[in-house]
């Protein structure tokens, strides 16, 4: 019997009502205790509107203007911008592996968290479940294993997340204020914030 799971849209905001990331219940199999509950079709627009920022005021999810920056400002920002996303991507990589291999560890985790779900019962295990049973490791500790390994991975990734869309967002208030040297700062710091965490993930 296939087990089937409501699939729900979240987005996670800072204090400061600053967009912080997405989850998708279909793919996250950890969703941040802050996160709010949205639409898809709200959930969509955020992805694919890039004109505005997104942002948390008064109670609700609202699109603002992007502020005005001269031509070479806007340059500037982007490339710190694109700075901190590439080294972002890599790290990502490092942690999850390529895009196919992410998505078999997500439908992985989404089945061992049904099968848990479930009771563990022993007539439906799924496919990539008994995929990890080996001697001496049972289908429910294989689950669990799964589970596990798919919550550390997505601890790691929710920091990563945090330490890039923080950082864009800094360097583009800094630089809305004239304040470039604190918007190369930001910058600076969230690098060498990924490239710390990597290193701590390796020693």
Not at 166 to 191: F, N, S, T, V
Request: hydrophobic residues 40%.
């Amino acid at each position: 019997m296939k087990l089937t799971v409501k699939e729900v849209k979240y987005i996670e905001f800072d204090a400061q009502g600053e967009l912080l990331g997405r989850y998708d219940s279909a793919i996250h199999t950890h969703i941040s205790a802050n996160a709010i509950e949205i639409s898809e079709e709200l959930f969509l627009r955020t992805i694919e509107e890039r004109d505005g920022i997104w942002r948390w005021t008064e109670g609700k999810v609202t699109k603002h203007s992007l502020p005005e920056v001269t031509e070479p400002d806007q340059q500037f920002i982007e490339n710190l911008c694109t700075k901190v996303d590439t080294a972002a991507d890599n790290a990502r990589t490092a942690l999850a592996g390529d895009p196919l291999k992410a998505m078999e560890y997500a439908q992985a985790a989404a089945d061992a968290q049904a099968y848990l779900d479930a009771g563990y019962p022993k007539k439906e295990v799924p496919v990539s479940v008994a995929a990890w049973v080996v001697k001496g490791r049972t289908a429910k500790q294989a689950a669990d294993q799964i589970l596990s390994k798919a919550d550390q991975l997505t601890d790691h990734l929710l920091t990563l997340r945090t330490l890039r869309l923080k950082a864009k967002a800094q360097i583009r208030a800094q630089a809305a204020k004239g304040k470039m040297d604190l918007a190369r700062g930001a910058a600076d710091e969230a690098l060498l914030a990924i490239r710390e965490l990597l290193g701590g993930l390796s020693g």
